[in-house]
């Protein structure tokens, strides 16, 4: 009944609505409010953990794979799984250019690239809100990305890198050539691995 008053609100002219995409410090505030929230979290997780106290099981699901789930992500590798197709900024995109992509794409981590293709580094969500939104348009992603990369190889498995994203704490790792590691092979996420857990439920 509300959503429809709402919509009813909307088509007539009384209530305006704008799209999130042209909202960036909207969008900038939401996302990090997300993340934090995950965060703290996980952090209450760990403490109750820690003092021996339950955990209900969504709680449990945040933090640990099931054995089945285990043996899925050990039996695949990295390669049928990670995105090939990687969307990637250059050492001279402008932070603001950076925070347009996401808010039009949705993802919060892209690679970055020099001009003949070499991996150099990594700029996340995390490091755009790090810049004042007035510095944003003349601040390079060279001078705030992150130099120091996660990997994986394409043979190891998913369940590799799921560990790594876990030791880590990080929602994405890079997949580059095991015998040239500049060079970046595809992306394999959280959300990847999630919907690889999915497969079997698929598949009935």
Known sequence: MGE???DDAVKSGVVRTRSIEEEPEVYTYLVRMANYKRKIALEEIERKRAEGKPLPPAS???IQLLPKELGLLSSLDVEHVMTKEVM?????????????????????????????????GIITFEDVTKVKPEARERTKVRDVARKKLFTVYPDETVLDAYEKMTEHKVGRILVVDRKDPKRLLGIITRTDIMQTLRWPLKRR
């Open 88 to 120: 990637t900024v250059s050492p001279e995109t402008t932070v603001k250019e950076v925070l347009d992509i996401m808010m039009k794409h949705h993802h919060m981590g892209y690679p970055v690239l020099t001009g003949d293709g070499r991996l150099e």
């Open 4 to 6: 429809e008053v709402f």
């Open 60 to 62: 449990i699901r945040l």
